[in-house]
């Protein structure tokens, strides 16, 4: 009698791996507004370089004040001429590639800002800051933002 010999072949299963998702664009924008707070100044540059295209552009008066440095046209205030500042987001949404933020500035003027020696006064701003990101980098910016 012979006896049948059954070969079992091992089976792999490929599993793929998982798909690598880029950030929301809402939190690619809410880590851009953060990082123009951002006072290491080695912290903000790599923060750029991941957040901000190559080719980013920015509009708007955030323009004049800084053309070449990205995070600090989101968010143009020297932080040294203030103390106890927040910059917070009061609202944020997205459409398509664009996200539209709401911010707030407040901090006490201690130090000289737009050629004015500090007031001790308490301040604050409201900006409105349009981002296009494509492919989790921001490639252009729009702002505008309101001294109250």
Do not use: K
Not at 33 to 40: G, R
Not at 96 to 114: L, P
Request: hydrophobic residues 40%.
């Amino acid at each position: 009698m012979t006896q049948a010999t059954a070969t079992r072949e091992r089976t792999s299963i490929e599993v793929p791996a998982a798909p690598v998702v880029p950030a929301s664009r809402i939190d690619v924008a809410r880590e851009a507004i953060a990082l123009a707070a951002e006072p290491d100044a080695e912290a903000q540059s790599a923060g750029v370089e991941r957040l901000f295209a190559p080719s980013f552009r920015v509009f708007g008066p955030a323009r004049d004040l800084c053309p070449h440095h990205a995070a600090r046209a989101l968010n143009p205030v020297d932080y040294s001429a203030f103390e106890e500042s927040v910059m917070s987001i009061q609202r944020i949404s997205e459409s398509g590639d664009r996200v539209v933020a709401h911010v707030r500035f407040e901090g006490t003027h201690i130090g000289t800002f737009c050629g004015r020696p500090g007031t001790g006064r308490r301040m604050s701003a409201d900006g409105l800051l349009t981002l296009r990101i494509v492919g989790g980098q921001i490639e252009e910016a729009w702002s505008v933002l309101r001294w109250r």
